[in-house]
């Protein structure tokens, strides 16, 4: 029988954990529960415990509890833990790994897949502070549902915040517990033994991400650029920083931050970035996220180029920018051990991007569709493909950050297995 460790935060939504619990019974789940104190101010242990048919754990420090099953054997007998509704407070103290109440400290001792049910108001939902917890979590494994966009129970209060509905989240919750033991390919549910083993590989190894669009000037006023915002790249190169790696990011101009301890290199054009990339060599991992122009004006003006009246249009000579990831991905003592490209297509994008996998000498293509109606460009979510040697891998629609973790995850551990087979 599968085991569930529910973990009721204290939000409004917690009213959904009794049917919750239900419908798990009926599926043959059983549910074990932990109710935080505040979670007890909106349903009480006597109605979870009837229902669960179980003892409610409230208190880390109950002898009489700890003595009958401990928080620690608690956290281990769990083939999944559930924390529904996670209110902001509770993710908050999760992402800093907290362990100052029975939640946080069987979360903490747990080494079984998390899943997350966020909850709360759409105002502390969309703060930074909750969007960066968030972040962190998915980094350490932690997978999310929800929260669903709709009325709050605040009246007149709309947007993003409500818990996913039961069965929602019975769905995910047997197909998590149908994958666990099984692995997940490196993405859906994460657990923290793959995130754990990645940061061994990827620790003190660096990295080098190429991002953004780069600027090709035609005067000293305009340039020829392309609609990259450099979403993906800072993402890559923020989830490889967050995984131990030392990490260079060539970066052309985007309207971004640079992500939190990574060397960025700011530069404009193609030249300047495949001079970048070069000095930052030698890199264990190379990701090319970069959208880099093809072409470059071969002669820019010196000064703005002045219309006179009934002048024809200036015509551009282009000329052909280096291919940077070609040129690095080239055989040679200096090619880091894994080189990634991507390739952003807007037709027949699985067998244009097989195409230039092979044609620039690539370890792994990551192909999206670019196309006006998928709207990847400048989006948070983006639905990749995966080009290895062994084949494609279609990956379900993710986030841009989601994406970079799994990426990682996938990187790292392919570096670990040539480590081992050297
Ligand atoms: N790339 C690069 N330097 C270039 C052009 C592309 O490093 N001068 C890298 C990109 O960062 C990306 C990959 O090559 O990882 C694919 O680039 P893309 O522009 O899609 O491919 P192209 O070879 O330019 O093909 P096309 O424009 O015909 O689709």
Known sequence: MKRVLLIIGGGIAAYKCLDLIRRLGERGIAVRCVMTQAAQAFITPLAVGAISNEPVATDLFDLDAEREIGHIRMAREADLVVVAPATADLLARMAQGHANDLATAVLLATRAPVLAAPAMNPAM????????????????????????????????????????????????????????GRGDGGFGFLNVAA???????????HVLVTSGPTHEPIDPVRYIANRSSGKQGHAIAAAARRLGARVTLVSGP???????????????????????AEAALPADLAVFAAAVADWRVAAPGGGKIKKAAGAPPPSLELVENPDI???????????????IGFAAETQNVVEYAKAKRKAKGVDWMVANDVSEKSG????????????????????????????????????????AERRESV
């Open 125 to 180: 939902w969309s703060h930074p502070a909750t969007q960066r917890n968030v972040r962190q979590l998915k980094t350490d494994g932690v997978s999310f549902i929800g929260p669903n966009a709709g009325e709050m129970a605040e009246k007149g209060e709309a947007g993003v915040g409500r818990m996913a509905e039961v069965a929602e989240l019975v769905a995910r919750i047997e197909s998590l517990l149908d994958g666990a």
């Open 195 to 205: 995130v754990r083993s990645a940061r061994a590989s990827l620790a003190g190894r």
């Open 254 to 276: 985007v309207q971004l931050p640079d992500p939190e301890g990574v060397e960025v290199r700011h530069v404009q054009t193609a030249r300047e970035m495949l001079e970048a």
């Open 325 to 339: 990831l070609r040129t690095i991905a080239k055989r040679g003592p200096r090619r880091p051990a894994l080189v």
């Open 376 to 415: 990847v460009f400048g989006a948070e979510r983006t639905r990749v493909h995966l080009i290895t040697a062994e084949g494609v891998e279609d990956w379900p629609d993710m986030g841009k950050a989601e994406v970079a973790d799994a990426l990682l995850r996938r990187a790292a551990a392919y570096l």
